[in-house]
T-cell receptor, first 117, second 112 residues
Framework: AQTVTQSQPEMSVQEAETVTLSCTYD???????LFWYKQPPSRQMILVIR??????QNATENRFSVNFQKAAKSFSLKISDSQLGDAAMYFC??????????????FGKGTKLSVKP | DSGVTQTPKHLITATGQRVTLRCSPR?????VYWYQQSLDQGLQFLIH???????AKGNILERFSAQQFPDLHSELNLSSLELGDSALYFC???????????FGPGTRLTVL
């Protein structure tokens, strides 16, 4: 069975600084997707960034980027120039690709990020 | 706004009761997923429907059932409710041509 592990329950960063959230996963599949979701106090689940396993290039979305190490089964999220609005719970998630359609998401337990002004 | 709607936003009920949670996916999305978020279990997948048919089941209790209707909206039925069923229930939808899931705002269920 696939699993996702986030080893940092809580992290803190100074405003405008950079922070990296860690995630490891376990799977025997070769075709899958990885995601980072943000959950602010409103509880809404917001997709931050996604990575296709077949792509070697790391995904980037503005201030958010990932370091995808397929052999090590590692998928970390880097937030640059941290802003107060980045404070939230961050979930790493995995889903298997079923020939073009998406399987269900398997989530890690989350990392609570605090941003200090 | 993700385009996925869920009703009601909040639900308070008593043990032993039955409730129905409703989800409307984004226009054109055929897939609907249900997830449960609780303090002790985290975010867990319950069930996936695609165009009216059940595609996959996760950690869904036998007291829970779901269905997707011809207009693609979905309902999650929870019966014989227990205190431990108190949680945030999310619905997500996914388009056929993109591997992304868009989440609704969730329904917070409190069982007293």
């Amino acid at each position: 069975a696939q699993t996702v592990t986030q080893s940092q329950p809580e992290m803190s960063v100074q405003e405008a600084e950079t922070v990296t959230l860690s995630c490891t996963y376990d799977t025997s599949e070769s075709d899958y997707y990885l995601f980072w979701y943000k959950q602010p106090p409103s509880r809404q689940m917001i997709l931050v960034i996604r990575q296709e396993a077949y792509k070697q290039q790391n995904a980037t979305e503005n201030r958010f980027s990932v370091n995808f190490q397929k052999a090590a089964k590692s998928f970390s999220l880097k937030i640059s120039d941290s802003q107060l609005g980045d404070a939230a719970m961050y979930f790493c998630a995995y889903s298997r690709n079923y020939g073009g359609s998406q399987g269900n998401l398997i989530f890690g337990k989350g990392t609570k990020l605090s941003v200090k002004p | 706004d993700s385009g996925v709607t869920q009703t009601p936003k909040h639900l308070i009920t008593a043990t032993g009761q039955r409730v129905t949670l409703r989800c409307s996916p984004r226009s054109g999305d055929l897939s609907v997923y249900w997830y449960q978020q609780s303090l002790d279990q985290g975010l867990q997948f319950l069930i996936h429907y695609y165009n009216g048919e059940e595609r996959a089941k996760g950690n869904i209790l036998e007291r829970f059932s779901a269905q997707q209707f011809p207009d693609l909206h979905s309902e999650l039925n929870l019966s014989s409710l227990e205190l431990g069923d108190s949680a945030l229930y999310f619905c997500a939808s996914s388009p056929t041509d993109r591997n992304e899931q868009f989440f609704g705002p969730g329904t917070r269920l409190t069982v007293l």
